[in-house]
């Protein structure tokens, strides 16, 4: 199995940054890739960004692309969000997801619990 846990929410005005962070645990030798989706009040859970973990290969929403920024760090088992030019359409709860593949087992995806990001005009 694998656990995720997000930390780096928080409140911040428009225009500002945060960065959020995702640390996987548990069987993180099978990771396939890690991402970021976000639920804003009263709105359908939509993906954000996302990262291959062998290869690097990046894929932003068109929403995000140019202000977000997705990055990885290997040894720590740790994918990034460095959220730049904020705007109060970014407010949601931010989670982190993750797939791994075992031959035995195939495609498997988990969930954090979510980080709260909320901007104010």
């Known amino acids: 199995q694998v656990q995720l846990v997000e930390s780096g929410g928080g409140l911040v005005q428009a225009g500002g940054s945060l960065r959020l962070s995702c640390v996987a645990s548990?069987?993180?030798?099978?990771?396939?890739?890690m991402g970021w989706y976000r639920q804003a009040p009263g709105k359908e859970r939509e993906f954000v960004a996302n990262?291959?973990?062998?290869?690097?290969?990046?894929y932003y929403a068109d929403s995000v692309k140019g202000r977000f920024t997705i990055s990885r760090d290997n040894a720590r088992n740790t994918v990034y969000l460095q959220m730049n030019s904020l705007k109060p359409e970014d407010t949601a709860i931010y989670y982190c997801k993750a797939r791994s593949v075992l031959e035995s087992e195939g495609l498997r995806g988990y969930w954090g619990q979510g980080t709260q990001v909320t901007v104010s005009p």
């Open positions: 548990g069987r993180t030798l099978s990771l396939l890739d």
């Open positions: 990262i291959v973990w062998s290869g690097g290969y990046i």
